[in-house]
């Protein structure tokens, strides 16, 4: 079976540069995104360079374990549950992920929560999401290139971004972490 893996390239954004991006393609409509994050007090997760949510879309909860295998690769987990809490989920598959990856359910906590109004638009290798993102302290403009197959993604991207004058530079650390 082949590693789920995610492939993506972020980029910090002015508001103005944002919003000439959203207006320069046919995104989809915007939607709002809820992350809840977890994590061990001991931030076992953290230190591992992953990270764990729940991410809630009207009524949907999606599950996700991303853990980190090079700048821009992640192992990504993901399964839709029934479930908002936690605590309470009970499906075998993601109780066989947690116990691959050693991180003990009942010894998670939330350790932050926020929302991101995301809209998105398809190239043939990839996905340009424009997000929003909108912290209890502050918000925040990311536009990110997620690419499915195997192609030159930091030059793609850097075709995109040409015509507003920037670059991709590595500038952000992950959402969850600027959640902090």
Known sequence: MQEPIER??????????????IHSYEFTKP???TNTYYDTTDHFIKNQKGALRIRT????????????????THIELEKEISVSN??????PEILN???EYHI???????????????????????????????????TDYELEYEYFDQHDGITF???ILEPFHIQYI?????????AF
């Open 8 to 21: 993506e390239l972020k980029i910090l954004v002015s508001k103005d540069i944002y919003k000439n991006m």
């Open 31 to 33: 939607w709002k995104q």
């Open 57 to 72: 879309i009207d009524k949907k909860h999606i599950f996700t374990l991303k853990i980190r295998k090079d700048a821009i």
């Open 86 to 91: 936690l605590k309470d989920i009970q499906d």
């Open 97 to 99: 992920w947690l116990e």
């Open 104 to 138: 003990d359910l009942h010894q998670l906590n939330a350790i932050t929560t926020f929302s991101t109004i995301r809209q998105t638009y398809d190239f043939e290798h990839g996905q340009l999401c424009a997000d929003q993102t909108l912290y209890p302290n502050h």
């Open 157 to 159: 991207f850097n075709h």
């Open 170 to 178: 590595k500038n952000c650390p992950s959402k969850i972490a600027r």
